[in-house]
């Protein structure tokens, strides 16, 4: 017996798996001649590897080894024909390592999203500090105008979610966060020098809102890097961190707006992006880089490699690409108009306790619904957010109907919960519908898609606001998409269970097709020396 085959009585070797000597004609030129080792003690058997340059044989060679005669064309497992060795791990793969460097990795990525959504979702209270500094009385548009400033910022964080996953793609995600928050510190730190409401569309809505989006996408992106068991528990903590801060940033804002004014309260919340800038070196990437992406230049510019079509080509992440943005024309309209509408319904100074309640509710919702969601299969995650659109949308058209604060603190408490679902299992569901390796893009895109529905809402609410004197119209029309997309979403899970019996049929139609193709007595093989054929499970040392 040698290393890679059989020993045959006049000492030739017969590679396990091998053709004998009449089928030896059209074999490659490297495996046609072999010298007996009577003629040369030195020359060893033949093998697709190579042999020390040195000539000494390894203490590895040296042991016996077990040999398993196969039937042709059978392979084990990580084997190749061209080389007796293992071959070296793919790309994919590889296995997260759940835990260690990706606990400080979840952590930046937490701060990522409470910077950012934290100062977003606390925008009601700077809304009303923007009519009061910049705000003219004879404007009959003034609330349309001023929620402007807040639905673009909080718009392009969307829309440029395609852009931001190319580069993320191409540079890696350290760097596409770092740069994103050094954009968004200089935002808000050029919004504070404004003094008219028109510039700061550009400094807060453009510039700020562009800088988060740089910033907030890569921190969903290397999650994937370190987790993937505990991806859903991971990801409920990470957003947990927007809840974090609305509650903390109202209370900040309702504190420090009337006594440094406007202008200082920016400053400060441009050292929340500071912070976020150095958070952003930590972002290690784990999952190997395909070298061939990188061999040329020209290969960065195909079309295709910055453009991910093919996730386009999956039916269920196409109708979940249209669910959601048409769930989401009125989900923004309580973060910038519930303030106002309480200080001119309830006449009260403590409005700031409802977005406290969204997040703290909301927060609960990130951390609860997130581990539910590892515990369910597939694409059945989307029955969460079903459940999620359709709470939301009752509850917002519940808040004209609060006759009481009381109210107001139970629909708020409820609206949290499930925002905190729907934001929890985003990452998930992607994953589950278009792969780890296309999860990228297909975030990117969908969140683009989501811009025009959270821009265009809140401005809508306030124009109804200015025309009719009362929020109660826009609250109750911001209620109608949640369901409406809840009811499209609803066909996914079973379209996806359609195609998962159509691949099962198709694989069973094909084993089918195999075994009535194949040898009975191929899996016999005749063995010189033992004068019978043995199985392929017969082995020998």
Known sequence: MTENGLKTEDGSTLAAGAPGPEDKEGEEEEEEEEESPGTNPSAQPLTHSKEPLNGEVTAAESEPRLCVVLGEGDQQPGDTPSSSSAAPAHKGDFVPPEGGWGWVVMFASMWCNGSVFGIQNAFGLLFMSLLENFGNPDDHHLQFKTAWVGSVSMGMIFFCSPIVSIFTDLYGCRKTATVGAAIAFIGLIASSFVKSLGPMYFTYGIVFGCGSSFAYQ????????????????????V????SVFTI???LLLKQLLPKIGLSHMLRVLSAFMFVLFLVGFTYKPLIPVNNSSKSS????LNIKKLFNVKIWKFLAYRIWAFGIPTALFGYFVPYVHLMKHVKETFNLENEEVLLMCIGISSGI???????????LPGSNKVFLQ??????????????????????LVAVCLFMGLFDGCFISIMAPIAFELVGSENVSQAIGFLLGLMSIPMTSGPPIAGYLRDSLGTYDLAFYLAGVPPMIGGAILCTIPWIQYKKLKKQEKQKKEAGEIATKMLDPD?????VPGSGEPQKECASSV
């Open 218 to 237: 890569p921190s969903l992106v290397i999650l994937g890097h370190y987790f993937k068991q505990r991806l859903g528990l991971v990801n409920g903590i």
């Open 239 to 242: 957003t947990a961190g927007s």
């Open 248 to 250: 903390v940033l109202p």
């Open 297 to 300: 230049s020209k290969q960065k």
């Open 365 to 375: 919702g990130r951390l609860l619904f997130g581990r539910v969601a590892d515990y």
């Open 386 to 407: 079903v459940a999620s659109f359709c709470v939301i949308g009752l509850m917002s058209m519940m808040i004209p109907l609060c006759q009481g604060f009381s109210g």
């Open 522 to 526: 191929s899996k016999n093989m005749f």
